[in-house]
């Protein structure tokens, strides 16, 4: 069974860091693009940052640009996602989520929900005032 499981989240204060990481297991990690999504409460789900299965390609939402980075490890099948400067809007639950698989687009990175395939459950981010 496909297994997405999230650590590093936590309780910091306005423009404090964090980083978040992802450990997959029981696919072929370097065939898939993968992303960082966020949801709040009463909040539709926000793709926050993708990262192409290679990584040679990434994109952000723009609510994220500058301050947070996307980043994945091939031979430790981890992505990590880097937040710097964190805001109480960053406040969260943080899910990794993995689309493919890409045999021959090595710099596609999804933007829709509806492409990923497998989902961790999450870990929460919150960001105090």
């Known amino acids: 069974q496909v297994q997405l499981v999230e650590s590093g989240g936590g309780l910091v204060q306005t423009g404090d860091s964090l980083r978040v990481s992802c450990v997959a297991s029981r696919f072929t990690f370097s065939l898939y693009a993968m992303g960082w999504y966020r949801q709040a409460p009463g909040k539709e789900r926000e793709l926050v940052a993708g990262i192409s299965r290679r990584g040679g390609v990434t994109n952000y939402a723009d609510s994220v640009k500058g301050r947070f980075t996307i980043s994945r490890n091939n031979a430790e099948n981890t992505v990590t996602l880097q937040m710097n400067s964190l805001k109480p809007e960053d406040t969260a639950v943080y899910s990794c989520?993995?689309?493919?698989?890409?045999?021959?687009?090595?710099?596609?990175?999804?933007?829709?929900?509806?492409?990923?395939?497998?989902w961790g459950q999450g870990t929460q981010v919150t960001v105090s005032s």
């Open positions: 989520a993995a689309a493919g698989p890409y045999s021959s687009s090595n710099n596609y990175v999804p933007r829709r929900v509806d492409e990923y395939r497998y």
